[in-house]
C-alpha cells in the first residue's frame, strides 16, 4: 500500500467521518421541506452550519454552503466585485495564489470590466504589504489572499492585510482552504468580508465547501433560483454539510492536542532530504509555514519525473496544486517567487496528515536519493 503524503489534495475520510457520512445519506427528505422529515434533515444541516461557524469563530447565519472551495472562492471573489460601490473597478491580489483565485480574477478581467493589478510576493511567498498599501485606493473593488499558500505553505499576515484595506473602505477574501484544520482560523479576528473553506481538506467529503461572508458584506450571487441560502440558491446537501462537521471538528480537535506531533514530523522530514540530497532547497518561509507542508526544489530534475518515481516506489506525493496534476508547466507561485522556469520545474511538495508516521517519513528519507539520481539521468539523457 503506498505511503500517502498528499494531504494537501485531500485528506483520507476517518471511519467516524465515513459513518457518519453514509448514516446522513440514509436521512430522507429536502431541507427546505416544511414536513417533519424535511425539517429533521433541516435540523442536521443547521446543526452542521453551527459546528463550521463555531470552529471558524462566525455567527451561524454567516455560513453558506457550497459546492467546494472552488465555488466558495468564486462567489466570494466575483459577488464582491458586482456589490463594489460605482466606481470601485480594481481588485488587487498575488500571482501566488490558487488558480481558483487568478482564474476568477482575469475572468472578471477580461468580461467585465476589471483592472487587476498583482502586488508582488517575496522569496518566501509572502505578500509585499508597503506594494498593498500603495496599490490601495478609493477605486478598488476588493482585496483578495491566500490566509496560507497551498503550495509552498507560507503564512500571509491576513489581519495587517485587512488593516491596510479597511482604511480605504475595501472588503478582502480571504482563501483559508489549505489552512482549515492545520492553523487557527478566526474569522471575526481578521475582519475579513468573507473567507473559503473545503470539507475533504480536512477529511470531509469532496464537493462541499463553505463561504463565510461577514454580516455587514455584501455578495451578488453567481446562482439564482429559491434563494436557500444568503448570496446562494439551490437544495444544500445536508448529508454533505453533516460529514463536513464531523470531520472539521475532529480536524480541529488534532489541531489542539497534536499540531506540535505533525510539526515535528515535517521537520523530521526536511531535516531528512536536506541530510540525503544536500542541495534540495526547501522553498516557503522555513518557520511561518503550515505545520505539515515541506515544498523543495531539486536542481537537475523534473518534478514530475521524481513524482513518478517516488510513486512507483510506493509513495504518493506532489508537485504542487492537484488541480494543475498533469499540467507541463513550471508552478505559477514558485515564478511569482523569483524562480527561473528551470529551477521552478524541480519542484516536490510533501504534505503530512493524520495518517502520516515517523516510520513513513524515514522510509521516504531511504527512497528519496534513488529517484533524484535517476531523475537526474533523466534529464540529462
Not at 488534532?254 to 544536500?278: C, F, K, M, N, Y
Not at 517516488?310 to 508537485?319: E, K, M, N, R
Request: proline share 4%; charged share 15%; hydrophobic share 45%.
Amino acid at each position: 500500500m503506498a505511503i500517502y503524503l498528499d494531504h494537501a489534495a485531500t485528506t483520507p475520510m476517518t471511519p467516524e467521518v465515513l459513518e457518519a457520512y453514509t448514516s446522513a445519506l440514509m436521512v430522507a427528505g429536502n431541507p427546505s421541506s416544511i414536513h417533519s422529515q424535511g425539517q429533521a434533515v433541516r435540523g442536521m444541516l443547521e446543526n452542521a452550519r453551527h459546528t463550521i461557524a463555531e470552529a471558524v469563530s462566525a455567527d451561524t447565519m454567516e455560513v453558506t454552503f457550497t459546492s467546494g472551495g472552488t465555488e466558495s472562492i468564486n462567489l466570494a471573489i466575483k459577488g464582491l466585485f458586482w456589490a463594489a460601490g460605482e466606481g470601485r473597478t480594481r481588485i488587487l491580489s498575488t500571482r501566488a495564489e490558487h488558480h481558483a483565485t487568478i482564474d476568477s480574477i482575469e475572468w472578471l478581467e477580461r468580461y467585465e470590466g476589471a483592472v487587476v493589478e498583482w502586488i508582488p510576493v517575496d522569496a518566501t511567498g509572502r505578500i509585499d504589504l508597503d506594494a498593498l498599501a500603495a496599490a490601495l485606493g478609493p477605486d478598488v473593488a476588493l482585496v483578495t489572499t491566500l490566509l496560507a499558500n497551498n503550495e509552498v505553505g507560507t503564512l500571509q499576515p491576513v489581519n495587517e492585510i485587512v488593516a491596510l484595506a479597511a482604511a480605504h473602505g475595501v472588503p478582502v477574501h480571504v482563501d483559508a482552504v489549505s489552512a482549515l484544520g492545520s492553523v487557527p482560523v478566526d474569522f471575526r479576528a481578521t475582519g475579513a468580508a468573507a473567507l473559503s473553506i473545503s470539507a475533504h481538506k480536512v477529511g470531509g467529503p469532496v464537493g462541499v465547501g463553505a463561504l463565510v461572508i461577514g454580516r455587514g458584506a455584501s455578495i451578488t450571487p453567481l446562482v439564482h433560483g429559491g434563494n436557500q441560502q444568503r448570496s446562494r440558491s439551490g437544495t444544500m446537501d445536508a448529508a454533505g454539510a453533516h460529514a463536513f462537521a464531523v470531520a472539521l471538528a475532529a480536524a480541529e480537535g488534532a489541531r489542539r492536542t497534536h499540531s506540535g506531533e505533525v510539526r515535528a514530523l515535517r521537520d523530521r522530514l526536511i531535516a531528512g532530504v536536506q541530510r540525503v540530497v544536500p542541495e534540495a532547497i526547501l522553498r516557503g518561509d522555513p518557520t511561518e509555514r503550515l505545520p505539515g507542508n515541506a515544498h523543495f526544489t531539486f536542481p537537475g530534475c523534473e518534478g514530475d519525473s521524481l513524482l513518478y518515481l517516488l510513486d512507483a516506489a510506493g509513495f504518493s506525493v506532489s508537485t504542487g496544486s492537484a488541480c494543475q496534476a498533469g499540467v507541463p508547466e513550471a508552478s505559477h507561485v514558485l515564478l511569482a517567487m523569483g524562480l527561473s522556469e528551470t529551477d521552478a520545474r524541480g519542484a516536490l511538495r510533501f504534505t503530512l496528515g493524520h495518517t502520516t508516521t515517523a516510520a513513513e517519513i524515514d522510509a521516504l528519507i531511504g527512497a528519496l536519493p534513488d529517484a533524484v539520481e535517476r531523475a537526474r539521468r533523466a534529464g540529462m539523457a
